[in-house]
């Protein structure tokens, strides 16, 4: 199923807001964890803000990302699809739209020619 840009805005914003919540919930929501998962998942639903027209988005920064910056935000969208599909499983409705959501989204997050299942190279 193909989604479009304020589909993709709003899964990303759900699933910022479930991350928020259960790291408070575990008593962990103002530990550097907890800020700097939030921090790329502000900056994943600001991208895909940006592209469904979203006029908060429209006005924040950052404006571009750089390519290790992307390639995170893919790999925790990635990451997070694959535990849900794992925790959730497919077998109602609800969870199979929600992880077929997360998969979509990391598909448009992700760069082209970027896998998460290739090593990266370091010099």
Same mark, same amino acid.
Request: glycine share 8%; with cysteine.
């Given at each position: 199923?193909?989604?479009? !840009? =304020?589909? #993709?805005?709003?899964?990303?914003?759900?699933?910022?807001?479930?991350?928020?919540?259960?790291?408070?919930?575990?008593?962990?929501?103002?530990?550097?964890? =907890?800020?700097?998962?939030?921090?790329?998942?502000?900056?994943?639903?600001?991208?895909?803000?940006?592209?469904?027209?979203?006029? &908060? /988005?429209?006005? +924040?920064? !950052?404006? &571009?990302? %750089? #390519? *290790?910056?992307?390639?995170?935000?893919?790999?925790?969208?990635?990451?997070?699809? /694959?535990?849900?599909?794992? %925790?959730?499983? %497919?077998?109602?409705? &609800?969870?199979?739209?929600?992880?077929?959501? #997360?998969?979509?989204?990391? +598909?448009? #997050?992700? !760069? %082209?020619?970027?896998? *998460?299942?290739? !090593?990266?190279?370091?010099?």
């Amino acid at each position: 199923m193909t989604r479009n !840009p =304020a589909q #993709l805005h709003q899964i990303a914003r759900n699933e910022r807001a479930r991350r928020k919540a259960a790291w408070s919930a575990a008593g962990q929501g103002d530990t550097t964890r =907890a800020h700097q998962d939030d921090v790329i998942w502000s900056n994943i639903v600001l991208m895909v803000g940006r592209a469904a027209g979203d006029v &908060d /988005c429209q006005g +924040r920064g !950052p404006r &571009d990302w %750089t #390519l *290790p910056e992307r390639i995170t935000m893919a790999r925790n969208a990635w990451a997070t699809a /694959c535990k849900a599909e794992a %925790t959730l499983g %497919t077998a109602t409705d &609800d969870a199979l739209r929600k992880v077929a959501g #997360l998969f979509a989204l990391f +598909r448009w #997050l992700r !760069p %082209t020619g970027w896998s *998460p299942l290739i !090593p990266e190279v370091t010099a």
